[in-house]
C-alpha cells in the first residue's frame, strides 16, 4: 500500500479532571455554628456560676427593661400606658454615686438582693390569693375574671367584666354581691404585708348615656373605684392602707384592638411595692421653688481721662463708675 492511501490513525487522550471548585460557603457556616456552640457553652458556664439572687435580678432586666413607672396601674411612658406583666424593683438602697467603687459595688449587691427578696414575697402573696380564691366555691366560678400579676408598681390584681356577668350594676357604681364577696376574700392575704394598696377604675369606650350630662365614663369609673374601696374597708382592710383611688374612664383600654370588649370595665387594684410607695409621697410632697436668677455684676466702665500732669505725655486711668 503506498503513503497515499494509508489510513489516519486518530488518537483520542480523554484527560480527567477533579471535582471542580465548590466555594467556601461551608467555612462560613461551620464558623457560624462554632461561634454559636461557643455562646451556648458561656451562657451554660454563667447560669451556673450565678446566685438565685442574680439569675432574679437578670430576669428583672429583660421583663422590664425600661425605667419608666407609674403608681396607679399605668405606666408614665408614652408608649404603653397599661402598663406591662414585668418584675418589680425597690429604691430602698440608692447607690451614692460619692461612694468609693468597692462600696458603691456592695450597695449594688444590696440592692439587687432587696429586689429579688421583695419579688419573692409579691408572688408569695399572689399564690396565696390564688389559693385562697380556689378554695372558696362561693368565688371559685369567676376565676376567669380575676387577673392577677406582677407589674413594675407591684401586684396587680384585676377583676374583669365578662359578657353577661358584669361586676357592677349596668351604669351604676353598684357592686354585684358576688363582687363584693370576691373583694373580701382578698383582704385577709393583702392585710398580712405592710405594702399600700392603688385602686384604679376603669370603662369600655362606649358613651354614658344619661339626662345628666355633665357625668360621663370618667366620673363613673371614679365612683366604681370608690365603691371598690368602701368594700375593701369593710371587709377589714385599714382606710390607710389605701394609698390612691383614681378613675382612668376608657382611656386605658385593656383591649387595645377592641375597645368594646366588656373585658376592659374593671377594677385594677395594686399592691404597691417600696419603690411605687416612694413615688406616691414624692408626688404629695412639698412644691419646689423656682430658682432665682443671678443679677451679673454690672462691667466696669472705662473713660479717658487725663493723669495728673497733663499734657501729651499724659497718661490714660479708668475711672471708677459712680456711686
Do not use: C
Not at 419608666?68 to 430602698?92: H, P, Q, R, Y
Not at 487725663?306 to 499734657?311: E, K, M, S, T
Request: hydrophobic share 40%; net charge negative; proline share 6%.
Amino acid at each position: 500500500m503506498s503513503e497515499s492511501t494509508a489510513p489516519i490513525i486518530v488518537i483520542k487522550r480523554i484527560k480527567k479532571g477533579g471535582h471542580g471548585h465548590h466555594g467556601g460557603a461551608w467555612k462560613v457556616a461551620l464558623a457560624d455554628f462554632v461561634t454559636a456552640m461557643m455562646a451556648f457553652f458561656m451562657l451554660l458556664w454563667l447560669v451556673g456560676s450565678t446566685t438565685t439572687e442574680q439569675r432574679a435580678g437578670i430576669s428583672d432586666y429583660f421583663q422590664n427593661p425600661s425605667a419608666i413607672e407609674g403608681v396607679t396601674g399605668v405606666s408614665n411612658s408614652a408608649i404603653d400606658l397599661g402598663g406591662g406583666m414585668i418584675a418589680t424593683t425597690s429604691s430602698d438602697h440608692i447607690p451614692d454615686p460619692d461612694a468609693p467603687l468597692d462600696d458603691m459595688s456592695k450597695q449594688l449587691d444590696i440592692e439587687a438582693e432587696a429586689r429579688a427578696l421583695e419579688y419573692k414575697q409579691l408572688e408569695a402573696l399572689k399564690q396565696e390569693i390564688e389559693a385562697a380564691i380556689d378554695a372558696n366555691p362561693d368565688i371559685k366560678q369567676f376565676r376567669d375574671q380575676l387577673l392577677i400579676d406582677i407589674m413594675s408598681d407591684g401586684l396587680r390584681i384585676q377583676i374583669v367584666d365578662k359578657e353577661n356577668r358584669s361586676m357592677f350594676d349596668s351604669g351604676s357604681a353598684s357592686l354585684k354581691s358576688y363582687t363584693i364577696t370576691i373583694l373580701g376574700a382578698i383582704v385577709p392575704a393583702i392585710n398580712q404585708v405592710n405594702n399600700k394598696v392603688s385602686l384604679s377604675g376603669h370603662t369600655d369606650q362606649s358613651p354614658y348615656v344619661s339626662d345628666d350630662e355633665s357625668y360621663s365614663n370618667w366620673e363613673l369609673s371614679v365612683d366604681r373605684a370608690n365603691a371598690a374601696r368602701r368594700a375593701l374597708v369593710g371587709a377589714g382592710l385599714p382606710e390607710d392602707k389605701v394609698g390612691r383611688v383614681v378613675g382612668l374612664g376608657s382611656s386605658v383600654p385593656f383591649v387595645k384592638d377592641d375597645p368594646l370588649n366588656p373585658i376592659n370595665r374593671r377594677i385594677s387594684m395594686i399592691v404597691l411595692n417600696k419603690h411605687a410607695e416612694a413615688a406616691l409621697k414624692e408626688e404629695a410632697g412639698p412644691a419646689i421653688e423656682a430658682p432665682v436668677a443671678e443679677v451679673p455684676h454690672p462691667a466696669q466702665k472705662y473713660t479717658p481721662n487725663a493723669a495728673p500732669g497733663g499734657g501729651a505725655d499724659a497718661r490714660m486711668r479708668p475711672t471708677t463708675p459712680a456711686e
